[in-house]
């Protein structure tokens, strides 16, 4: 089935017998991945922190798709990123229900969570840092099946340069201006290109038939989006920006396409940008030091956060 975005279309394949984790899947664009992989028969886990808003956004899709003849399910997973610790829990609580990354906050002022990291670098980076670790041994597994086809894909934007040697630096000065808003999301956006690109690395050495893609969607007109502007702005920015399904193009190729596994050599470690095209991540997220620096601070972490929780 053939759906528009913008002036080219995008041909899903039929996803029946696929089961597909979608966070931050209950609002905006990521309800709208995880609705089109449902209507193409896939089993999608819709990974949010608030049940009740997982439940509205899941009885919306039923109810606006009741008569579809052929579509898969989405199923809430309790998952709150801000916490590493509830992170790991809903992981297990997913690898006990199934035999086999699209979250974001947006540009948001400077708050710590119980864990003392800024809030954003836990929702865009340390939750789907550790997710994707604890969920490791499973896609493992399943590469290992025959005809399987796993993938992992991690939506960013802009991005910034930073070293990770000490710290996850998200300075807290100006830290409710618009613009110091924006450099930490931006920040923790990197953080997701070169921590998609060090996946693809490490499964490589280890031969597991993998594939990690990072992808940017555009500038994407979902409500959080729009919330960052003032009012005078928004008839603008929804007249030039993309609309929901358009900005999905890019996760759904890089989830769905034939031709990422068909030739997947060419889409391992890749980078999409806007409607789904392979382009070339800019020189700091290509950084494989930076890269490597970045998984082994977050390891760190994540291990001390769970020590000193069990300690406590």
Not at 38 to 63: C, E, P, Y
Request: net charge positive; charged share 25%.
């Amino acid at each position: 089935m053939g759906f528009l975005f913008g002036n080219s279309s995008l041909s899903i394949p039929d996803l029946d017998g696929k089961v597909a984790l979608v966070t931050g899947a209950n609002t905006g664009m990521g309800y709208t991945i995880a609705e089109q992989l449902a209507l193409h028969g896939a089993k999608v886990w819709m990974g949010a922190r608030s049940g009740a808003k997982a439940k509205q956004a899941i009885d919306k899709f039923n109810t606006e798709h009741k008569d579809s003849t052929k579509k898969g399910e989405i199923i809430w997973l309790p998952l709150d990123l801000t916490s590493p610790i509830d992170v790991i829990a809903s992981a297990k609580s997913f690898l006990s229900q199934e035999d086999l990354n699209n979250a974001a906050r947006l540009a948001s002022p400077y708050v710590l969570t119980k864990d003392g990291l800024e809030t954003s670098v836990a929702i865009n980076h340390i939750g789907h840092f550790t997710l994707t670790e604890a969920l490791l041994p499973l896609l493992r597994y399943t590469a290992q099946l025959e005809s399987t086809d796993v993938r992992v894909v991690t939506r960013r934007k802009l991005e910034t340069k930073s070293d990770f040697n000490n710290t996850f630096s998200s300075d807290s000065a100006s830290a409710d201006s618009l613009l110091a808003n924006t450099k930490r999301y931006n920040f923790t956006k990197l953080l997701n290109v070169l921590f998609a690109a060090e996946l693809q690395r490490r499964v490589d050495k280890e031969d597991t038939q993998l594939i990690s893609i990072s992808l940017h969607p555009g500038v994407v007109a979902t409500g959080g989006a729009l919330d960052r502007f003032p009012a005078v702005l928004k008839p603008m920015l929804r007249m030039f920006a993309k609309t929901p399904l358009q900005g999905a193009k890019a996760a759904l190729v890089a989830a769905t396409s034939p031709e990422v596994k068909s030739k997947e050599e060419k889409y391992k470690g890749a980078y999409l940008g806007p409607g789904g095209k392979l382009q070339l991540a800019s020189e700091t997220g290509r950084d494989e030091k930076l890269a490597k620096q970045l998984w082994d601070l977050s390891q760190k972490t994540v291990k001390y956060i769970l020590q000193t929780n069990v300690s406590g």
